[in-house]
């Protein structure tokens, strides 16, 4: 889709900067779309801002040295890091405003001495590219911001699941080291992570800038509230790893209910996704959610240790957050993640369980 839009865009810069405005060599134009198109999600409008501040900051510099300076070799090389320079300064390791003030000055002390006039070209190329790019991914060929978000979610969910599996196994058939390998993984989903927020950023850009996916901005958001959740109840993942390694590490009683707990946790963060991907209430994952809970209270209440007490813990707050994942406010996620423990220790009790609530 990018490599569609960065040809689009080129061809449509190249022919505005000739056609329309009558530029024989419209060069830097569709270079400017390219840069637009090719900038990560949700930088693209400050890409452009930052091409055009570059070059104004390029001309701007080239053209006081040159004054005093004249042209030549050192010359051009003095010029050229003095615009780099004064870009690094205002603006900081900014890669599009370094570039095109360096490509300015590098044009611009060059060309002058056979070539009057350049500035004016230069600055409507940028604006032209730049206001092209920002176009097509607007308005002609505008991604689904959905799309984007899945395809960023989708490992960081799996290897969720995949984790607290891990860790049930780990719990069934008391293989610490299973245990700790989970909490490894668990803590190197940094990066995944981050891809996420890139994502959820370029979402939030197309939501704003394409009229076509303006329908999708509710999504959008739900999607950032839900992300919020999320990387909690990967928090507390890591933390019931880390208590299911030590509860192993000392031989502490591990009732049946507690790795099947863990493991329909599993469960529900691999429906959260499906539900959320198909556009359906996620109902299911909440009976998910509240049947993990319930077996965590079936647990305790048959008998844990310290460490054992810490996993039921960590697993009704990390259920907490994801009810609250799937639209729950704080109020009624507790209410139930409480109510599922009562429940689940009445059950173990041989009671019946009270449903006055």
Same mark, same amino acid.
């Given at each position: 889709?990018?490599?569609?839009?960065?040809?689009?865009?080129?061809?449509?810069?190249?022919?505005?900067?000739? !056609?329309?405005?009558?530029?024989?060599?419209?060069?830097?134009?569709?270079?400017?779309? *390219?840069?637009?198109?090719?900038?990560?999600?949700?930088?693209?409008?400050?890409?452009?801002?930052?091409?055009?501040?570059?070059?104004?900051?390029?001309?701007?510099?080239?053209?006081?040295?040159?004054?005093?300076?004249?042209?030549?070799?050192?010359?051009?090389?003095?010029?050229?890091?003095?615009?780099?320079?004064?870009?690094?300064?205002?603006?900081?390791?900014?890669?599009?405003?370094?570039?095109?003030?360096?490509?300015?000055?590098?044009?611009?002390?060059?060309?002058?001495?056979?070539?009057?006039?350049?500035?004016?070209?230069? *600055?409507? #190329?940028?604006?032209?590219?730049?206001?092209?790019?920002?176009?097509?991914?607007?308005?002609?060929?505008?991604?689904?911001?959905?799309?984007?978000?899945?395809?960023?979610?989708?490992?960081?969910?799996?290897?969720?699941?995949?984790?607290? $599996?891990?860790?049930?196994?780990?719990?069934?058939?008391?293989? $610490?080291?299973?245990?700790?390998?989970?909490?490894?993984?668990?803590?190197?989903?940094?990066? #995944?992570?981050? $891809?996420? @927020?890139?994502?959820?950023?370029?979402?939030?850009?197309?939501?704003?800038?394409?009229?076509?996916?303006?329908?999708?901005?509710?999504?959008?958001?739900?999607?950032?509230?839900?992300?919020?959740?999320?990387?909690?109840?990967?928090? @507390?993942?890591?933390?019931?790893?880390?208590?299911?390694?030590?509860?192993?590490?000392?031989?502490?009683?591990?009732?049946?209910?507690?790795?099947?707990? *863990? !493991?329909?946790?599993?469960?529900?963060?691999?429906?959260?996704?499906?539900? @959320?991907?198909?556009?359906?209430?996620?109902?299911?994952?909440?009976?998910?959610?509240?049947?993990?809970?319930?077996?965590?209270?079936?647990?305790?209440?048959?008998?844990?240790?310290?460490?054992?007490?810490?996993?039921?813990?960590?697993?009704?707050?990390?259920?907490? #957050?994801?009810?609250?994942?799937?639209?729950?406010?704080?109020?009624?996620?507790?209410?139930?993640?409480?109510?599922?423990?009562? @429940?689940?220790?009445?059950?173990?009790?041989?009671?019946?369980?009270?449903?006055?609530?």
């Amino acid at each position: 889709m990018i490599s569609t839009q960065a040809g689009l865009a080129a061809a449509v810069a190249w022919v505005i900067g000739h !056609d329309v405005l009558g530029n024989p060599a419209p060069v830097f134009a569709p270079s400017a779309a *390219v840069g637009t198109i090719v900038a990560a999600l949700g930088q693209r409008a400050h890409r452009t801002a930052e091409l055009l501040l570059g070059v104004g900051l390029g001309i701007a510099v080239t053209d006081l040295l040159l004054k005093y300076l004249g042209t030549g070799l050192w010359q051009t090389g003095l010029i050229v890091g003095c615009a780099i320079l004064a870009t690094l300064m205002l603006f900081g390791r900014s890669g599009a405003a370094v570039g095109q003030a360096g490509g300015t000055a590098v044009l611009l002390t060059t060309l002058s001495p056979a070539q009057q006039d350049l500035e004016w070209p230069r *600055v409507v #190329d940028a604006m032209v590219g730049g206001v092209v790019g920002l176009v097509v991914v607007a308005l002609l060929l505008p991604l689904n911001p959905m799309r984007i978000l899945d395809r960023s979610a989708a490992p960081i969910y799996l290897n969720l699941a995949n984790q607290l $599996r891990e860790v049930s196994t780990a719990l069934a058939t008391h293989d $610490r080291q299973r245990a700790v390998r989970a909490l490894e993984a668990l803590r190197s989903m940094g990066p #995944d992570l981050e $891809r996420m @927020h890139q994502a959820l950023s370029g979402a939030e850009e197309v939501v704003s800038l394409a009229p076509a996916r303006w329908l999708r901005r509710q999504d959008v958001e739900r999607f950032a509230r839900g992300t919020v959740q999320v990387e909690r109840v990967i928090e @507390h993942s890591r933390g019931l790893a880390r208590r299911s390694a030590m509860a192993l590490q000392y031989h502490e009683p591990i009732p049946a209910d507690l790795p099947v707990s *863990v !493991d329909r946790l599993a469960d529900a963060v691999e429906s959260l996704r499906r539900e @959320h991907r198909a556009g359906y209430e996620p109902e299911r994952t909440r009976r998910k959610i509240y049947d993990a809970v319930h077996k965590a209270g079936q647990a305790r209440a048959l008998g844990v240790s310290d460490f054992g007490s810490a996993v039921v813990t960590q697993l009704r707050t990390a259920a907490s #957050d994801l009810l609250r994942a799937t639209g729950c406010d704080p109020a009624s996620a507790n209410r139930t993640v409480r109510r599922a423990i009562e @429940h689940g220790a009445n059950t173990a009790r041989g009671r019946r369980p009270d449903t006055s609530e």
